[in-house]
């Protein structure tokens, strides 16, 4: 697995319109907003590295928890003719935003890339389609254990024998969570960071740092494999207690 640190040569900046929409979905919903500042270029590069390294060929992407679109902004250029993005959003005002971005964006007109855009929560979506590539900004540190694994199984159960999920989690949030939450909620923070944490030793290619973003974050590529052998095996929110 790699694991490598990006340079330090450009500082992020973020649209006053995405921050502020940012900041207030955030205080109306944890659950489908995680973040208080959209995504930087230098994470959303890396989350869509795996998409960008197969071009030309036409994929099956999925991107899940997109927000006001800075992730979407990057996919969409790497789309192939003949690819499909599929974006789900549970969010219905970063919903309809997408849906305006989809519609105007002049790169799928060129490409003839099918664009879906979902109002609804990842684990929930209804489909028969398989994907190359996840791409997910969903917030799981905020989410519960029983969330986190029902999500995590989805991804799996989404991709292509061989497919890629790539994620990030912001640096140093276990630790701030530390110093000012709750006994119940520190549990629950560190029982979701045990579940990732076995996923990334099963299913982890690379480990990337991201220090020019908005908190700092890690960028994860975690790879289906072609046979499922040995799938992690989390404990049980009981067996945790």
């Known amino acids: 697995m790699n694991d490598r640190t990006t340079s330090h ?14 900041l207030i979905e955030a205080a109306r919903d944890l659950r489908t907003t995680g973040a208080v500042a959209p995504s930087g270029k230098a994470l959303a590069r890396l989350l869509t590295d795996p998409v960008r390294a197969q071009a030309p060929h036409p994929l099956a992407v999925l991107e899940a928890g997109a927000g006001t679109g800075p992730v979407t902004r990057a996919l969409i250029p790497q789309l192939s003719r003949g690819s499909r993005l599929d974006i789900v959003e549970a969010n219905p005002r970063f919903a309809a935003r997408l849906k305006g971005l989809v519609t105007a964006h002049p790169h799928l007109t060129a490409t003839s890339a099918q664009v879906n855009v979902y109002q609804a929560y990842v684990e929930q979506l209804d489909t028969d389609q398989r994907y190359d590539v996840i791409v997910s900004g969903l917030p799981l540190t905020n989410f519960t254990p029983v969330q986190v694994e029902r999500i995590m199984a989805r991804y799996m159960e989404l991709l292509h024998p061989g497919g890629t999920l790539t994620y990030f989690a912001y640096l140093g949030t276990r630790k701030a969570r530390a110093l ?3 006994r119940a909620e520190a549990r629950r923070h560190a029982a979701v960071d045990e579940i990732m944490a076995t996923y990334q030793r099963t299913y982890a290619t690379g480990r990337w740092t991201v220090w020019a973003n908005l908190p700092p974050a890690y960028v994860w590529h975690l790879r289906r ?17």
Do not use: K, N, Y
């Open 9 to 22: 040569d450009s500082v992020l900046t973020h649209g006053h319109a995405e921050s502020w929409m940012f």
């Open 180 to 182: 000012t939450a709750s």
């Open 225 to 241: 494999p072609l046979v499922f052998a040995d799938s992690p095996e989390p404990q049980s929110v009981e067996a945790r207690r």
